[in-house]
């Protein structure tokens, strides 16, 4: 206990004893929090290789406008993403909105009419639904006339191989495997399964392209999709590698020939990755990449931290407090709609961007029931800044993520903490 930090502590609202409750429970994981550094240490030294063997400059940082042709800065970027994930070429770009854009991007551009897509671990993240058609939408993949197959994940969450193999066929084109659990209650997958994954379906076809959705997981492990044998991996700037400084963006690494389909659909046949005016942010993208492992590990430590304390409290965290991580989401079922809500008003009232709002619960369109949200960030969405949210139906989970430093994911906790402490929602008594 530090006298001169609880007093700056005081200061935003949290009391002596929840301060103390969480001095404890940060006592308990020094071994912890020293293996995510060294994931950091190691992710930290394969960045700044990447950027000396492709001698990035200060010309690296120059604004390119109008159809963007030889921006340097740009076209060495894409070379230090291909070289630190293990990839052949890459695409990084402004001009991908957001992580569904991406994915949406690697899978119209990879997939032919009459080609059949297949995801071997169950149901993607909510937004590909409409990219695929599973929900119909204007533009899908099944209005193209591709077609989608999916083997869910064993009850144990295991690979159901036999599944697998009996739905790829002679028309299976491209594979998608998603790492994070994203909002599903799957577990994320290690890097070290999808590569077994990916082996057992190149086993049946080498030629099915394997794509791993890498959102949320980026810098968490030291070795990325690529390396244990995926084709492309696929991901969103205002999550990991955008470090918080990126402002917009995605990227898709990987095979060279994957990378350069994408980058015809994305801009035209014929232009691919010869034009794209950066108009100024890629200073932004290289920054926040360099950042990026050390901002992962904040992220990590907030999780960790997280889980032990409200595990603690008798909440259900799924990772628990003990579990190995594979990306930066932590989940908490409140099984009570006044705790829920307390959790995400807590983080707010922590961010230091409209931190005097309370989030309210709200019936956001695609959703069957309504959800609260909360986020204080400089980025819009931004969700490698502290974030929560969740639906407001049993049983009451908050998926909780972010925080570009460590101490503010911190304080983002305690303050959660603070607003279940005062509301009489918990006893943190059981925090010794
Ligand atoms: C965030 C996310 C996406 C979609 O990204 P957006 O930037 O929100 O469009 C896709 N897949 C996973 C696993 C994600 O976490």
Redesign the pocket.
Known sequence: MNHRIMEQYKKLGISPEVYAAGERTEEKLKERFAAIDQTAEFNQLKVIAAMQKNRVSAECFNISSGYGYNDIGRDTLERVYADCFGGEDALVRPQI???????ALALMSNLRPGDELLSPVGK?????EEVIGIRPSKGSLAEYGITYSQVDLLPDGSFDFEGIKSAINERTKLVTI??????SSRPTLSVDRIGELVSFVKGIRQDIICMV?????EFVEEKEPLEAGADMIV??L??NPGGGLAPVG?YIAGKKECVEHAAYRLTSPGLGKEVGASLGVTQSFYQGLFLAPTVVSAALKGAVFAANIFGELGFSVIPDGSQSRH?I?QEIEFHSPDAMLAFCEGIQAAAAVDSYVTPEPWAMPGYDSEVVMAAGAFVQ?S?IELSADGPLKPPYAVFFQGGLTWYHAKLGILKSLQKLFERDLVNIGKLC
């Open positions: 909105t957001c992580g569904t854009h991406a994915l993607p993240y909510d937004t590909l998603q790492r994070s659990r994203g909002y959705d890498n959102c949320y997981g991901g969103s205002i999550k995605g990306d989401i969405g969700s």
